[in-house]
């Protein structure tokens, strides 16, 4: 059973009800506006969400801090009830609801924090500032509390800045003197990594979304006192497909996929936007935070996302927008966020300070 320390929560959400799907442009009120629907469609006709009721209300109990503090941040993986978290080595947890129990640590490069992600029912590593040897390591999981080295790959650069994985492929970018260099890497063969190809653009990157479309990237870009931020559409075969610069104040933006759509953590002035993949990049809506309000990483399941930081929020992005509930951080700021499939119910968050469980239940 959890131990919880519960936040006081804002519920800020309303119920509302949905129309016929249509796109928006871009002067769309950022608070949802109008009653713009863009609910997901059943195919076998009508609309999946045109009846299934909004919650109005969503609270967040978190957990104890566990894991070591660490000079990183604190990158996680979930597969099959064990957490995997990059700190001095990588550390091993059997998880069951909110309960974390440690299992050991995988001995690698401490306080790496390349990321961590799950690629072809495997565990894939990436280490930062790696002397030698593979930087992009493949743990097997046949032994899931036990990880088990059975491939790697020597990427040709050492600052690894985003990580993202969807089925065998994976794809990473590193920075060099404000230059990107995103290479897809294929683990149809896990114990072989073959780097398919390898892109450079202007930036550094800072979050990356795999489909089958093709990586979407943020970045930064420009002179210091001008600096851009921009998402970025690079296709399976690597050809940069679209971009569109970023609104709002600087940030370390985050972007996750669903299906065809994207979101994107920012700040107050679009505190998550909501992207359409089609034939380019479509801006569709976006929710308003407080002026002090930023984002930061973000988790969807189903049609509740979870944005992290301090505070935490919870948000239905069923159109328009809204947020149902927020609450404190007990470790500050979570940098990543991890989740079982399926409905919302438990995620953890991970920082440099260690990791939490946090329950959430939605009315």
Known sequence: MLS???????????????????????????????????????????DVDAFTPRPT???????????????????????????YRQSIGIEIYAVEGGELTPMGVVEERGSAQGGLVIAAGHLVSLLDFAEDGDNLRVYSLDDPANPSLVGGL????????????????????????????????????PTEPTERWTRTAEG??????????????????????????????????????????????????????????????????RLIERFVVGERLSRMDALIGGDESVGGELLIRGDLLVLSNNPILIADVRSPIRRVGVADSPIGDMHHLAAPEGPLEWVYGSGGNGVVAARITCD
């Open 57 to 83: 209300s969503c609270t967040v109990e978190i957990g104890e801090q566990q894991g070591e503090g660490c000079f990183c941040n604190g990158p996680i993986a979930y597969a099959n009830g064990f957490l």
């Open 154 to 189: 020597r990427l040709p650069h050492d600052a690894p800045q985003a990580l993202g994985a969807n089925g065998d492929q994976v794809v990473v970018a590193t920075s060099s003197i404000d230059e990107i260099t995103l290479s897809w890497i294929d683990l149809s063969d």
């Open 204 to 269: 550094t990157p800072s979050s990356i979304a795999v489909t089958e479309r093709g990586a979407f990237l943020t970045d930064e870009r420009g002179e210091p006192t001008e600096r851009t931020q921009w998402l970025t559409w690079w296709d399976t075969e690597g050809t940069l497909v679209d971009q569109v610069e970023l609104d709002g104040r600087r940030w370390n933006r985050s972007v996750v996929a669903r299906g065809d759509e994207l979101f994107v953590s920012g700040t107050g002035e």
């Open 4 to 46: 919880v320390m519960t936040r006081p929560l804002l519920f800020l959400a309303f119920l509302t009800a949905c129309g016929s799907s249509h796109m928006a442009d871009d002067d769309l009120p950022l608070d949802g506006g109008p009653a713009t629907d863009m609910a997901r469609v059943d195919p076998d006709g009508g």
